[in-house]
Nanobody, 118 residues
Framework: QVQLVESGGGLVQPGESLRLSCKAN????????MGWYRQAPGKQRELVAG???????NYADSVKGRFTISRDNAKNTVFLQMHSLKPEDTAVYYC????????????WGQGTQVTVSS
């Protein structure tokens, strides 16, 4: 069984920064793509940023230049550094990973709330 454990959410003011972390635990042979998604109230879940095992990244247009995704393969961990946060970034942020364990499956974290408000 594989679990993704997220941390780092919270309440910040517009213009401030936050760093999210997500660590994969369990029997893991390799993690392929990892990513961060978010879901705001009344909206569909959307991709924020993704990163391949080799470090190739992609971002939603709305966060380009403000957010940076990175990963530590040795620690099975993915990060999302968020700068210049805006109220419209308020959402529950979910970690996602394509994991090869006893089989190959997609896993999701439990979600962490990010609230940007003055």
């Amino acid at each position: 069984q594989v679990q993704l454990v997220e941390s780092g959410g919270g309440l910040v003011q517009p213009g401030e920064s936050l760093r999210l972390s997500c660590k994969a635990n369990g029997i893991i042979y390799i993690i392929n793509d990892m990513g961060w998604y978010r879901q705001a109230p009344g909206k569909q879940r959307e991709l924020v940023a993704g990163i391949s095992r080799g470090g190739r990244t992609n971002y939603a247009d709305s966060v380009k230049g403000r957010f940076t995704i990175s990963r530590d393969n040795a620690k099975n961990t993915v990060f999302l550094q968020m700068h210049s946060l805006k109220p419209e970034d308020t959402a529950v942020y979910y970690c996602n990973a394509d994991v090869v364990s006893t089989g190959r499956n997609e896993y999701w974290g439990q979600g962490t709330q990010v609230t940007v408000s003055s």
